[in-house]
């Protein structure tokens, strides 16, 4: 149950593709494909990760990690409007310890893994209401790479790994001029910033030291073997947000320059014909019903940031 708290502002993957277009063939491999069975299935039992203790929180200025002392829940009005599962909780202590080094945001999605070589790990959705940072969701579990995480300036695209660090809601630019952070071969759940509906000659370039590496440029049924045709990715690209890992200035498109990431996004597990979601090849998933919960709930005004990574190194240094 999702309650929203508002008063008037005072100022201002492993196996990604479970259905392919139709006539299509599955896609090679590329930062989230390399497995591209159809499933059906919209629900599963997902592996168990522990419950982490309700952190109290409460009410520094967003660049300040400052003292905590009352629980996260939605029980009371908030200085700016935002949607929070009723009684949710999540580690505020990671987020204020983020916070503390990243003046300026107010919403973080943290996905903190217990290991480097974790493939699952816990998806947190926390924002600042104007007084206070709150528990937007609790914990949901989250896939990631097939050989864990890795931080950014040392993994490389194909490595089968998740980007750790601090990134942006990324923006991108398509082919034909529309700039976008939420993209998906389903209608707009209902975002706050703005979606793409997929085209059918979407294709997000992922190989190293092309000119469209990190792009999304014009080509219906783009071949790769590392670039990615978005209509081809079926539900599991349902809906999705674009994670700006090596976005703002993409190192890779250039013979010589390191590829660090490209095709990052937020998207909806993928189970490769079985029950059981599978990692991913460098992407972030969830289950659908969480998936929808947290675009819903992200908001461009907010700077909102993803925070990936092993817990620790989260905590003290990302």
Same mark, same amino acid.
Request: charged fraction near 15%; proline fraction near 9%; charge should be negative.
């Given at each position: 149950?999702?309650?929203?708290?508002?008063?008037?502002?005072?100022?201002?993957?492993?196996?990604?593709?479970?259905?392919?277009?139709?006539? =299509?063939?599955?896609? =090679?491999?590329?930062?989230?494909?390399?497995?591209?069975?159809?499933?059906?299935?919209?629900?599963?039992?997902?592996?168990?990760?522990?419950?982490?203790?309700?952190?109290?929180?409460?009410?520094?200025?967003?660049?300040?990690?400052?003292?905590?002392?009352?629980?996260?829940?939605?029980?009371?009005?908030?200085? $700016?409007?935002?949607?929070?599962?009723?009684?949710?909780?999540?580690?505020?202590?990671?987020?204020?310890?983020?916070?503390?080094?990243?003046?300026?945001?107010?919403?973080?999605?943290?996905?903190?893994?217990? @290991?480097? &070589?974790? &493939?699952?790990?816990?998806?947190?959705?926390?924002?600042?209401?104007?007084?206070?940072?709150?528990?937007?969701?609790?914990?949901?579990?989250?896939?990631?790479?097939?050989?864990?995480? $890795?931080?950014?300036?040392?993994?490389? @695209? /194909?490595?089968?790994?998740?980007?750790?660090?601090?990134?942006?809601?990324?923006?991108?630019?398509?082919?034909?001029?529309?700039?976008?952070?939420?993209?998906?071969? @389903?209608?707009?759940?209902?975002? $706050? /910033?703005?979606? $793409?509906?997929?085209?059918?000659?979407?294709?997000?370039?992922?190989?190293?030291?092309?000119?469209?590496?990190?792009?999304?440029?014009?080509?219906?049924?783009?071949?790769?073997?590392?670039?990615?045709?978005?209509?081809?990715?079926?539900?599991?690209?349902?809906?999705?947000?674009?994670?700006?890992?090596?976005?703002?200035?993409?190192?890779?498109?250039?013979?010589?320059?390191?590829?660090?990431?490209?095709?990052?996004?937020?998207?909806?597990?993928?189970?490769?014909?079985? &029950?059981?979601?599978?990692?991913? @090849?460098?992407?972030? =998933?969830?289950?659908?019903?969480?998936?929808?919960?947290?675009?819903?709930?992200?908001?461009?005004?907010?700077?909102?940031?993803?925070?990936?990574?092993?817990?620790?190194?989260?905590?003290?240094?990302?």
């Amino acid at each position: 149950m999702v309650a929203v708290l508002s008063v008037t502002l005072l100022g201002a993957c492993g196996v990604p593709a479970t259905s392919h277009a139709p006539g =299509s063939t599955a896609p =090679s491999r590329s930062e989230d494909a390399s497995v591209t069975s159809p499933a059906e299935v919209t629900t599963t039992a997902a592996p168990a990760i522990p419950a982490a203790a309700a952190v109290p929180e409460g009410g520094p200025a967003p660049a300040t990690a400052g003292r905590i002392d009352g629980p996260a829940v939605a029980t009371t009005e908030a200085d $700016r409007r935002l949607d929070v599962e009723l009684g949710a909780t999540c580690d505020l202590a990671l987020v204020q310890a983020l916070a503390a080094r990243h003046p300026g945001v107010e919403q973080f999605v943290t996905v903190a893994a217990d @290991s480097w &070589t974790a &493939t699952t790990a816990r998806l947190e959705l926390a924002g600042f209401d104007g007084t206070r940072w709150v528990c937007q969701t609790g914990a949901k579990v989250a896939m990631v790479g097939a050989n864990g995480t $890795r931080p950014l300036a040392d993994r490389r @695209s /194909g490595d089968d790994t998740t980007p750790a660090g601090v990134f942006p809601l990324g923006t991108q630019t398509a082919w034909d001029g529309q700039q976008f952070q939420f993209f998906g071969n @389903s209608p707009d759940p209902g975002v $706050r /910033g703005t979606y $793409r509906a997929v085209q059918p000659a979407d294709c997000w370039g992922a190989t190293p030291g092309a000119a469209t590496y990190q792009r999304l440029y014009e080509r219906s049924n783009c071949p790769g073997p590392d670039d990615e045709w978005l209509p081809r990715f079926g539900d599991v690209y349902s809906n999705a947000a674009v994670i700006g890992a090596n976005l703002a200035n993409v190192s890779g498109d250039a013979p010589g320059e390191p590829a660090y990431a490209a095709a990052i996004f937020l998207h909806r597990h993928n189970y490769g014909g079985g &029950t059981q979601p599978k990692p991913t @090849s460098g992407c972030v =998933s969830l289950a659908a019903p969480d998936l929808v919960a947290v675009l819903r709930s992200l908001d461009p005004e907010l700077n909102p940031q993803f925070a990936i990574g092993e817990r620790t190194w989260l905590t003290t240094a990302a």
